[in-house]
């Protein structure tokens, strides 16, 4: 599968964002789409995961109830639907697709190529 990551860019804090993640190949072989960051000196970090074609979804405890996922299926696009924004949000931004429900970045085979999130006044 390939993912296109997109939607960055600076906002200030309490701002949305919108990310998007373009699916293209063997989609149907893969159920679950993730998002992760990465902040300079940091290790990637879990932020999300969706259903690829359901509504189920798990947010990390820092993200729950600002971020949400979303999906068109038809147009083979996942949503990171980001509100509220603060600093310590800004992080490089990767989606990518599994076959298991999971946090860990390893459980993840195919990723996006980042996106860059800064949030700053």
């Known amino acids: 599968v390939q993912l296109q990551a997109s939607g960055g860019g600076l906002v200030q804090p309490g701002g949305s964002l919108r990310l998007s993640c373009a699916a293209s190949g063997r989609t149907f072989s893969y159920y679950y789409m993730g998002w992760f960051r990465q902040a300079p000196g940091k290790e990637r970090e879990f932020v999300a995961v969706?259903?690829?074609?359901?509504?189920?979804?798990y947010y990390a405890s820092s993200v729950k109830d600002r971020f949400t996922i979303s999906r068109d299926i038809a147009k083979n696009t996942v949503y990171l639907q980001m509100n509220s924004l603060k600093h310590e949000d800004t992080a490089v931004y990767y989606c990518?697709?599994?076959?298991?429900?999971?946090?860990?970045?390893?459980?993840?085979?195919?990723w996006g190529q980042g996106t860059q999130v800064t949030v700053s006044s």
């Open positions: 969706g259903e690829w074609r359901g509504e189920s979804a």
């Open positions: 990518a697709v599994s076959r298991a429900w999971s946090i860990r970045p390893s459980s993840y085979s195919d």
